[in-house]
C-alpha cells in the first residue's frame, strides 16, 4: 500500500496555520490510513520580547487577525489581546505528546488553538493545562513531561529542521520567513514524501488547488475518499467541533451552504465572527 509521509510545520499561535486548518481536514479525509502524519513545532518565540524586537504589537496582531478571519473564515476573536505571548511553552506541550501520548498530540494541538483563538493565552500554564484537559491528557504529566530532557532535545531538533527548508523550498523565498541564521519555513509548511522517498516541499500558506495538485503528482495511484454525503458524515468522522470553513472545504460546498446544513443538525458556538459546530 502506497503511503504517503507528511510532516506538517506549524506553531501553535500562527493565525494562517489555523487558517489553513480546513486544507488539513480535507487531506485528512481524502487519504485516511494511506497518510502518515508528523507534526514538527516551528517555534515562533521563547519570549514575547522577540516579538516587540521585531515591532509587533497587539494592535498589529490584531488588525492582522481581523484581515485573516475575513479572508478565510476561520472562528478568531480578534479583538486585542492584554499582552504578547511567547510560544514555545505551546510548543513544547505539542512535543512532549508526541512523545509520551503520540495518540493525542494532534488533539492536544487542536485545543491550543481553539483555546488561543477564542482569546486564551496559550503560554499560560492554566490554557495549556485547560488544553490537556480537552485533549484528556493528564495536565500534571503533561507539565512534566514538558520540561524533561528528552522534550527539549526533540523540540531543538523540530526547530533546526524549521529553519533548514529543502532547496526546492528556498526557489520560493517569499513563502519563508527570516531567522538569524537564514530563512525558515513559515506556518504552515509541508514536507511530503511517498514511501519513504525524497520529499518535495510546500512551503507556506497555500490555497487548496496546490495541495491538490501535489498529492495527486506524488500518489496518483492512491485512493480517494469519495467526498462526503452529509454535514452530519462530517461531524461524526472529525469526531470533535468543526469550524463552518473546515465542513464546507471537505465536503466541497460553499460556506454558507455549510453553514445552513449544521444549523439545522449541530450545536452552534460562536468565536469571533463564525462558529465551531458540534453534533
Known amino acids: 500500500m502506497t503511503m504517503l509521509q507528511i510532516s506538517l510545520f506549524t506553531d501553535p499561535a500562527c493565525p494562517w496555520a489555523f487558517s489553513a486548518e480546513p486544507f488539513r481536514r480535507k487531506i485528512e479525509w481524502l487519504y485516511g490510513d494511506h497518510a502518515a502524519w508528523e507534526l514538527v513545532m516551528v517555534g515562533l518565540a521563547e519570549d514575547p520580547a522577540e516579538f516587540e524586537a521585531k515591532g509587533i504589537t497587539t494592535a ?18 480578534t479583538s486585542e489581546r492584554e499582552r504578547l505571548i ?19 498530540q494532534q488533539t492536544l494541538l487542536r485545543a491550543i ?3 488561543g483563538f477564542a482569546g486564551e493565552l496559550i503560554d499560560e500554564p492554566a490554557t495549556i493545562a485547560a488544553a490537556a484537559a480537552d485533549a484528556q491528557i493528564d495536565a500534571d504529566n503533561l507539565e512534566q513531561w514538558s520540561i524533561d530532557g528528552e522534550t527539549l ?13 529543502l532547496p526546492a523550498a528556498l526557489v520560493l523565498d517569499e513563502r519563508l520567513a527570516d531567522w538569524e541564521g537564514g530563512r525558515r519555513y513559515t506556518c504552515p509548511s509541508y514536507e511530503i514524501s511517498v514511501d519513504d522517498g525524497d520529499p518535495i516541499a510546500i512551503p507556506g500558506f497555500q490555497p487548496w488547488a496546490v495541495y491538490d495538485v501535489a498529492l495527486a503528482n506524488l500518489a496518483p495511484e492512491t485512493p480517494r475518499r469519495a467526498a462526503p454525503e452529509s454535514v452530519s458524515e462530517v461531524l461524526e468522522w472529525a469526531a470533535e467541533p468543526l469550524a463552518t470553513r473546515e465542513v464546507a472545504v471537505v465536503m466541497g460546498i460553499e460556506h454558507d451552504e455549510a453553514a445552513t446544513a449544521l444549523a439545522e443538525v449541530a450545536q452552534r458556538r460562536d468565536v469571533g465572527a463564525d462558529a465551531y459546530w458540534s453534533r
Open 60 to 77: 498589529m496582531l490584531s488588525a492582522g487577525s481581523k484581515q485573516i478571519a475575513a479572508a478565510h473564515g476561520m472562528p478568531i476573536d
Open 86 to 104: 511567547a510560544t514555545l511553552p505551546a510548543c513544547r506541550a505539542v512535543v512532549a505528546a508526541r512523545l509520551h501520548s503520540p495518540g493525542h
Open 113 to 115: 488553538q481553539v483555546r
Open 153 to 165: 532535545v526533540a523540540l531543538a531538533s523540530d526547530m533546526q529542521r524549521a529553519r533548514h527548508p
